[in-house]
């Protein structure tokens, strides 16, 4: 395994790169690249999405003073980063929780000198680790020596955006607007949403979550080339969850996997880790994150109750009724059930990665580009992959 293989396939198990690894990929070189280019385009841009990627070409283009809006098919911005702001006396991260990199990937978000951004961090090394596998849990706190990233410590990815990312262009966002046909055939683009409304520009960057782009969600007129088609259609999404249970007490260790630590990481098994660890809080909040497969038999359940419920059956059987005598309240978060998202992050590439996001990278007549988590070749899955390849799509868009 390569040392990309090694951190592509860290990331791919939702756990993110050790921090040594980080270490030595920040002293090689600038995790993202934050574009500078000149530019004399005059026209408009229009962005479909407000998630980190959106919400980063937004940044881009206000720096540049170029007319664009966003269009968010959802009352939100933030897409795959969400917070819960009243659960505990902490924010919780629904979606993306660590920074996949050092803390220094933040300012190369930002590329501002001159902004006096002070983000207080976590070492998350978690100290005791175990494994759940055939009915037993089995410690693995060696681990501790070895794993340990970085997590914010009073804010979240959410905060993040919100303090620093969206004051700059927050007017230009136009939400509950899902677009539902863009019209590449004239010499502007009209993007139409579901109660009909159009916009026009000369320029469209598309950076719905691969689901969205294989689902008939939006049509595009013409078709989009085979070439692009193939490619969203050979990366897999699959399913998405996590879900925040406040207890009395901690009866649980820092970090659990089913499956085995080593063999459940290996097979996406579900995580559960403890979400308070080193925050500035006194309560005990559990967290469950999955993906994939496993994530499939919570995510296709009835209710957020039902996904509950079966979380606590399997705490409880774990734990010998400690999670039901515990228990106090839940959050959900089902990223497959959220309409325009519908699942967790792109991960396999039927066709290669680089060939394929090359492909999707390409402009379609001059006019309509493309971003998102998936279009990262070096950091894809990641919010900071998100915004690097919502840069990269204005860049194309706009520089010369
Ligand atoms: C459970 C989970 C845990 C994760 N953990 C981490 C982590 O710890 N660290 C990390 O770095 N990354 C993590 N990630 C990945 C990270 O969240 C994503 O890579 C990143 O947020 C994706 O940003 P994006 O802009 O590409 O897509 P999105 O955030 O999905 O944004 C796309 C936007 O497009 C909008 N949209 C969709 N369809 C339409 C339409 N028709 N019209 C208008 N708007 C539309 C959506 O509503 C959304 O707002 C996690 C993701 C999940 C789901």
């Known amino acids: 395994m390569t040392r990309e293989e090694f951190i592509k396939k860290s990331l791919a198990m939702g756990i993110g790169l050790p921090f040594l690894t980080s270490i030595i990929a920040a002293c090689e070189k600038e995790v993202i690249e934050f574009p500078e280019f000149s530019t004399s385009f005059s026209g408009k841009v229009l962005v479909i999405g407000a998630g980190a990627s959106g919400l980063a070409a937004g940044y881009l283009l206000s720096r540049y003073n170029v007319d664009f809006e966003i269009i968010e098919a959802s009352p939100v911005y933030g897409g795959r980063v969400k917070r819960a702001s009243n659960f505990v006396d902490f924010p919780i991260d629904l979606g993306a929780e660590w920074i996949h990199a050092t803390p220094a990937v933040l300012s190369e978000i930002l590329n501002n000198p001159e902004l006096d951004a002070s983000i207080d961090f976590i070492t998350y090394n978690p100290q005791t680790l175990k494994g759940y596998r055939d009915g037993r849990l089995q410690p693995h706190n060696y681990a501790s020596n070895f794993y340990s990233e970085i997590k914010f410590k009073s804010t979240t990815w959410f905060g993040f955006f919100e303090q620093y990312i969206v004051p700059h262009f927050e ?175 792109s991960y396999t590439f039927d066709n290669g990665q680089e060939e394929t996001v090359n492909t999707l990278n390409e402009a379609v007549n001059n006019k309509l580009y493309f971003a998102g988590e998936a279009l990262s070749l070096e950091n894809q899955a990641t919010v900071h992959g998100a915004c690097e390849s919502g840069y990269a799509a204005v860049g194309r868009a706009i520089g010369q």
């Open 171 to 345: 007017d230009k966002i136009i939400y509950n607007q899902p677009v539902a046909t863009i019209d590449y055939s004239g010499s502007k683009v009209a993007v139409t949403t579901i109660d009909d409304t159009v916009y026009e520009a000369d320029k469209v960057i598309v950076t719905a979550p691969i689901k969205i782009l294989q689902s008939d969600t939006i049509s595009f007129v013409p078709a989009l080339p085979a070439a692009k088609t193939e490619a969203i259609n050979s990366i897999s999404m699959g399913d998405g969850l996590k879900v925040f249970i406040e207890f009395k007490e901690k009866f649980y260790p820092d970090l659990m996997v089913l499956g085995g630590l080593i063999e459940g990481l290996a097979n996406d098994n579900e995580i559960f880790y403890d979400a308070a660890f080193r925050k500035d809080s006194n309560r005990h909040v559990l967290g469950l994150f999955t993906i994939n497969e496993p994530a499939s038999k919570y995510t296709t359940l009835d209710s957020d109750q039902a996904i509950v419920d079966a979380v606590m059956e399997v705490l409880d059987d774990i734990f010998e009724g400690k999670a039901s005598e515990n228990y106090l309240q839940h959050v959900v978060q089902n990223w497959s059930k959220e309409p325009y998202i519908q699942g967790s992050y």
